[in-house]
């Protein structure tokens, strides 16, 4: 008798203790009403809906919010964007007497099955978090679900810079499903090319939107299959008058400078030689600026052919002070051997006076109609230097090794000349240039 109450004293402790009772799973959250309501404990949303069936159509829009920036360097755009969901899930269904949809935010999109999209060729991507997590979940009473999320996506754009700054790019930004086939998910854009819709207050500072569409296609990829893939395709159109105001604006204007040297004498050196060097230098620093804000790609641009042919242009202008000035040295020293070669004419007042023996002197009559204005302009002002001598050779004691030409030698060099023609060649040919360049690339 005092066993059994022993052993039923015992039993009534152990089963009365706190630390002997059983606890309840901690592991497991409670569920509140609204997951009740959808029964989410009594389906597996590991699963994609109706599996082993036909593959879930998934509707897709598009909200861009804005396009932030475009790289030419990295070759690459930034873009926010809703992405908008659409699909049928009949595990979600619930029964309500006004058919009126519940919405829930992010805590219950992590128990049950979404579509795994990502987006393709992207370098960085995020959910926007403030002040809490951007994701809308809303479920009808039918079971279709809408999935909103607000996302940036920085993803690759491969831009053709042939015809930089006068461009126009496009490109794309690819949404794809990174684990269903085309045999389990059949993604599609819901409303056609009115599924993506943009902010009218889309503005870039160095490009004009000119149209957004989309498409659809499929991917192949040889280890796992086919793919739905939809794009977002845009054409952007570069402002040029940034780039007119900065480049091509201060390389005509260093073009044109260069031209000034034409109308300086040749005899001063220090005026001109530091104006050639100086449009040199700063064509060569306006390229420098071009290029470093550009990537090294292997081809050329539009911008370089301006640069380069205008640097040539007053690369052109120097060599042809060098030339100029080698001349007039090459012209000085014929003077000098000359005048060793003629008589003295010192106290002759008239050049006219001037009648030369042939028979004595060895040089014949010289003609006074080309020689008499020597050093004389017609018009009055200041003549060039120039210098025609017309020499018999009759005593080749004289002419030396010259070789006779009609009995006579005609010496006429005017240094000169090639500042002349170079005043209108050179603009001649760069006005060439530019219509031939801007008919090209406008």
């Known amino acids: 008798m005092n066993l059994k109450i022993k052993n039923i004293t015992g039993f009534f402790f152990f089963s009365c203790s706190p630390i002997y009772k059983r606890s309840p799973d901690m592991t497991k959250s409670p569920m509140t009403k609204s997951e009740q309501l959808l029964r989410i404990d009594d389906h597996d949303f590991t699963m994609r809906p109706a599996f082993g069936g036909p593959p879930i159509p998934v509707g897709v829009d598009v909200q861009v919010e804005s396009l932030d920036t475009i790289s030419e360097v990295d070759m690459d755009f930034t ?14 269904s619930f029964p309500s007497t006004n058919n009126q949809s519940m919405t829930f935010d992010s805590r219950l999109v992590k128990k049950i099955w979404v579509p795994d999209m990502f987006f393709v060729h992207s370098k960085r991507s995020f959910i926007h978090d403030t002040t809490t997590d951007n994701v809308m979940l809303r479920v009808y009473p039918d079971g279709n679900v809408l999935y909103s999320l607000r996302v940036t996506v920085t993803a690759m754009c491969n831009m053709d810079l042939s015809r930089f700054p006068l461009d126009t790019q496009t490109c794309s930004l690819e949404i794809e499903s990174y684990a269903y086939t085309d045999d389990d998910l059949m993604l599609y854009w819901k409303k ?14 160095q490009f004009l939107i000119q149209k957004f569409h989309t498409t659809t296609k499929l991917a192949f990829y040889s280890s796992t299959g086919w793919y739905n893939r939809l794009y977002i395709h845009f054409t952007l159109r570069r402002h040029i008058f940034f780039f007119l105001l900065q480049t091509y604006f201060p390389a005509t204007l260093m073009v044109m400078l260069s031209w000034v040297s034409f109308w300086i004498d040749r005899r001063a050196v220090p005026a001109r030689v530091p104006l050639g060097i100086t449009t040199v230098l700063t064509m060569s620093t306006i390229i420098t600026g071009v290029n ?15 640069l380069w042919v205008s640097f040539v242009f007053v690369f052109l202008s120097v060599i042809e002070y060098a030339a100029v000035n080698y001349l007039s040295t090459v012209q000085e020293r014929k003077e000098r051997k000359l005048r060793e070669r003629l008589p003295c004419t010192c106290g002759i007042g008239n050049p006219d006076d001037m009648m030369i023996d042939p028979q004595i002197t060895g040089y014949g009559t010289m003609d006074m109609n080309t020689t008499g204005n020597y050093g004389m302009p017609e018009n009055g002002g200041r003549q060039e230097p120039r210098m025609l001598a017309q020499v018999a050779l009759n005593d080749p004691q004289i002419t030396g090794q010259v070789k006779p030409s009609r009995g006579y030698v005609n010496i006429w060099i005017d240094t000169h000349a090639i500042d002349k023609y170079s005043r209108w060649m050179f603009p001649g040919a760069y006005i060439l240039f530019n219509i031939i360049y801007w008919s090209i690339y406008l």
């Open 292 to 306: 470093a804000s550009m990537p090294r790609v292997s081809y050329i641009k539009a911008v370089d052919i301006y």
């Open 79 to 92: 873009m926010t964007l809703y992405l908008r969901h659409y699909w049928k899930d009949e595990r979600l």
């Open 192 to 205: 056609g090319n009115e599924s993506l819709n943009t902010d009218d207050r889309i503005s870039l500072s």
